[in-house]
């Protein structure tokens, strides 16, 4: 395993595009990398991507990018209690969208059904 990752190799595996890893280390979601001397290029370290990965979570459930910086800055001032606070009300926040998703997903499998049985003759319209 590769234990120094170009922002390009950060890139790949994250699904980001390089913009967006510089300006998350631009709004303080990621740390500032360290720098090749010959080249001043960016170097990020296995614990940058798990971050990256992290943050694409939250934001796949619709967690505010300012939430996700408040949880950082808790994160790296080692505030364990807001972080779980944050978390916590996340979670109540995704639970909502999954009952809510779930529930309509009942009611399209529903009408998938009806139209099944309309087609096979089970049912008119």
Do not use: W
């Not at 998350?24 to 290029?41: A, G, Q, T, V």
């Not at 800055?73 to 009300?89: G, P, R, V, Y």
């Not at 995704?94 to 309309?118: E, G, P, S």
Request: a positive charge; glycine letters at 2%; charged letters at 25%.
């Amino acid at each position: 395993m590769k234990d120094i990752f170009t922002i390009s190799d950060v890139a790949n595996i994250t699904g980001l595009s390089q913009d967006t890893i510089r300006y998350y280390e631009k709004i303080n979601l990621l740390p500032p990398p360290k720098r090749k001397e010959e080249n001043n290029n960016r170097q990020y370290v296995q614990l940058d991507i798990d971050r990256i990965l992290f943050i694409n979570h939250l934001k796949r459930t619709q967690m505010p990018l300012k939430k996700i910086q408040e949880y950082v800055k808790f994160s790296l001032a080692k505030n364990d209690e807001a972080c779980k606070a944050i978390l916590e009300e996340h979670k109540n926040q995704i639970t909502i969208q999954v009952t809510n998703l779930q529930a309509t997903l009942d009611i399209i499998n529903y009408k998938i059904t009806h139209f099944q049985r309309i087609k096979t003759g089970e049912v008119t319209h």
